[in-house]
């Protein structure tokens, strides 16, 4: 696609993000989806054109009802792209991560897949390596693992490193059930740009420059 189309995606405003702070389980989950969802589903439109661009299987836009599975609390929400048209969550995903007080686009796995250690074992033994470290060099991305945490904080961030990939997995096997390379904004220095339809095209670079890399999980 040599020229997109201006994003739908309106931003997201700043006193959206209060929503997190809601005590009432309940409360906060249907004021998180009113908050967040509708520009979400959004910017999944403006995602899936260049990201379907070419033949081949598509991808499917994911948004939670953040209610399962039962007991679940709420502490952000996502936007997760796959080309599993259900049963997302078993596979790599182009995700947008919304939270209290950053937002992300990453290609990230729930490491409790059964496929995540297939992933590992294929980044480690079968030559998947240098493309991970090639497009962690060349677009800029970073390598985060979280672990759980009580909410209001829900998921920390345990391991960063912008090269250090092998330690990333010795992470997530200690302690991680997220892993992700992937770009973070921190609100606190990003509202600017979030607040703004251009947080859809920065997205989008994020998630084009991770698709060859998506292309070769299987």
Known sequence: MLLRPPPRF???????????????????????????????????????????????AAFHAHVPQLNWPKGYV?????????????????????????????????????TTADAFGRFEFRIRMAGLAETLAETAASARLTFRVYAASPWPEGSRCVF???????????????????WELGRRWDLAASHELVETPAWSDAVADVFLALRPLYDKID
């Open 10 to 56: 309106p931003g997201f405003r700043r006193d959206n993000f209060e929503v997190f702070a809601i005590r009432e389980r309940e409360a906060r989950r249907r004021a998180i989806i009113e908050a967040f969802h509708p520009g979400l589903k959004l910017l999944a439109d403006d995602l899936l054109l260049p990201l379907n661009d070419r033949p081949g």
């Open 74 to 110: 709420p502490f952000c929400t996502w936007l997760a792209l796959s080309r599993l048209p259900h049963g997302y969550q078993s596979g790599p995903q182009l995700n947008v991560g919304v939270h209290s007080n950053f937002v992300a686009a990453r290609l990230a796995w729930d």
């Open 160 to 178: 960063t490193s912008e090269t250090d990939w092998d330690q990333a997995f010795v992470e997530v096997a200690r302690r991680g059930v997220w």
